[in-house]
């Protein structure tokens, strides 16, 4: 009786450390990011194939928004505080311009610097593509809607945050405007730069 007790014990011990051991990314998305070419807010040239090799963290923005792309990028700005608290190193961080007509590389790096980021390095904010054709990836890419508010300047568009694997794949979505899981998306993170060594 007792030598079966120690038994289980010991296969209840092991299967808790096998199971914390295995700090695995699971992906919940599956879409594939199609090819885009763009310049950034410091006029270098920005695709698919440029960002690859490093995981990334999406977003649609403009910089004349009056909601909530200011909130969305200070959230990213905390996140990023989130990453380097845990050391994060390999990763990108991009925001697509939903109005590349007026959103020049100048007029993002203006909006930017309005933010306390910790390493602009890592940031992309892009433009260089007409609005049809970011309408087009936001929809087929990260199932998402970028259309003109037909009442205002303002331009209609959803407000998640989404993790793109090293492949360009979107692996999972989060909330990026209220209730941001700044923890998750950092653990997140670091599980799949972990998972691409």
């Known amino acids: 009786m007792r030598k079966g007790y120690i038994t289980l014990c010991l296969l209840l011990i092991a299967t808790v450390l096998l199971t914390a051991c295995g700090n695995k990314f699971e992906a919940e998305t599956d879409w594939k990011v199609e090819n885009f070419h763009s310049t950034n807010q410091n006029g270098d040239k920005v695709s698919l194939d440029t960002l690859k090799g490093k995981p990334w963290l999406a977003m649609f923005i403009f910089t004349n928004c009056e909601t909530v792309c ?24 991009v925001g697509f311009s939903i109005d590349p007509e007026n959103d020049s590389p100048k007029a993002l790096k203006k909006y930017l610097a309005q933010y306390p980021v910790p390493d602009d390095s890592k940031w992309n904010l892009l433009t260089g593509y007409s609005q049809d054709d970011i309408a087009d990836l936001a929809r087929k890419s990260f199932k998402t809607v970028v259309k003109d508010d037909p009442n205002s300047n303002q331009v209609i568009h959803g407000t998640s945050f989404y993790l793109v694997n090293q492949e360009g794949t979107v692996v999972k979505s989060y909330s990026g405007y209220q209730n941001v899981a700044l923890d998750t998306i950092a653990t997140d993170m670091e599980a799949l730069i972990e998972d691409g060594k």
């Open 70 to 93: 200011p909130p969305m990028t200070a959230n990213m700005t905390d996140i990023q505080k989130a990453f380097e608290e845990k050391g994060l190193k390999d990763y990108n961080i």
